[in-house]
């Protein structure tokens, strides 16, 4: 049993927009996967600027205002006060498409992402028993990340819009740190200690966490994109 609940950025109501000039289209025909990785490359700088007419917030740092997870076993983490930052290096590698069935897959590398914020954590990691609160640091490195989805068509006044109808999402990365300030209450020395093992055992814990983690990059993920889909027409977005 695991959930999350996230809060980043509203959707707000769907108008027409055009599609910025920073955002080049592609041709479904030809190579359009070629075109995609070329034309992501050079239009995510702009992107992650943010961009008021998509409403596209900031994403150098992306501010999360909160994510609970909760886990087996009465664990859970909240993180509150968000920041990421290290998202304006991600690297698109690779970006298929198969018009057909409507579904793409687009991955990416980030060198790395640093998120910090604060926390409160209850509950078993390892042998622990933890709870602690206070400021977090959780820094993933060699990051490769994977976005899947499906979409469909829909007519708003007359006007066709693409809407994301289902999504996955997965990542492999190379190393995490953690860093939980008082992670068991009001002891500083086991705290740092705790921390220590933690970060030594980084495989195991980010199993624990990774679904957590994975759903709240796909929610991340599906507001971005749906932001460019359900606003900006189909018809300008892939070019016949
Ligand atoms: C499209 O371009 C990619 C990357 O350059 C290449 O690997 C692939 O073979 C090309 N596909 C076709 C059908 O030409
Ligand atoms: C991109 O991914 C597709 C589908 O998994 C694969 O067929 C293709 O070879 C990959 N292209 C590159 C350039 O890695
Ligand atoms: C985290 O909490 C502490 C104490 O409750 C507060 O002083 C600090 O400003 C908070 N940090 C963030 C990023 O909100
Ligand atoms: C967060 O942790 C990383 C990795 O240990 C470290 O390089 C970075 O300085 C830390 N940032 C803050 C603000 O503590």
Redesign the pocket.
Known sequence: MLQTFLVILLIGAATAVDLPSYIKPCSKTGNFSECALKHAKEAIPHMLKGDKKLQLPSFTPLMISAIDIKGANNFNVHL??L?VYGLEFTEPVNISVDFAHRTAKVISTVPRLVV???YTINGKILIFTLNGH??VNITLSKGTYEYGFHWTTEQRNGVEYGKIIGSNFDYAIEGVEYHFENVINKEKAISEQVNKILNKNWKIVNNDLKPSISETLLIIHNELFSKVFTQVPYKQLFLE
Do not use: T, V
Request: hydrophobic residues 25%; proline residues 0%; charged residues 10%.
């Open positions: 509150g006060n920041k910090l914020g604060n206070g400021a």
